[in-house]
């Protein structure tokens, strides 16, 4: 089976950091593109960050890095001077990384910034950036 582990959220106050984890198993890992979403109540989920496995093609928000450690299936969020508009459930998923469909609009490795691009999902964790 499928799964996606996310992990590391947690309440920091503004100006910190913290480092969010995704480990990934049932799936072949490098054939995949890894993304970092978050969403707040009302709002659409909104992309972070992706990263794909095999060459390291990646999209990032400013203060935000990502990083991927193929032996631990595992991706990496890390998130610095942390805002409370960062605020949000973090979600991550994995999308086979591969042409987009034929009818897709957005090209390129921006296709991974979007939610279609990506079939399994995670549970989410939570982070809160408060004082």
């Known amino acids: 089976d499928v799964q996606l582990q996310a992990s590391g959220g947690g309440l920091v106050q503004p100006g910190g950091s913290l480092r969010l984890s995704c480990a990934a198993s049932?799936?072949?890992?490098?054939?995949?593109?890894i993304g970092w979403f978050r969403q707040t109540p009302g709002k659409e989920r909104e992309a972070v960050s992706c990263?794909?496995?095999?060459d390291g093609s990646n999209y990032k928000k400013d203060r935000f890095t990502i990083a991927s450690d193929n032996a631990k299936r595992t991706v990496y969020l890390q998130m610095n001077n942390l805002k409370p508009e960062d605020t949000a459930v973090y979600y991550c998923?994995?999308?086979?990384?591969?042409?987009?469909?034929?009818?897709?609009?957005?090209?390129?490795?921006?296709?991974?910034?979007?939610?279609?691009?990506?079939?399994?999902w995670g549970q989410g964790t939570l982070v809160t950036v408060s004082s």
């Open positions: 990263i794909a496995v095999r």
């Open positions: 998923a994995a999308g086979k990384y591969e042409s987009p469909p034929r009818d897709e609009p957005v090209g390129g490795f921006f296709f991974y910034t979007f939610e279609r691009a990506y079939a399994y």
């Open positions: 049932g799936f072949s890992f490098d054939d995949y593109v």
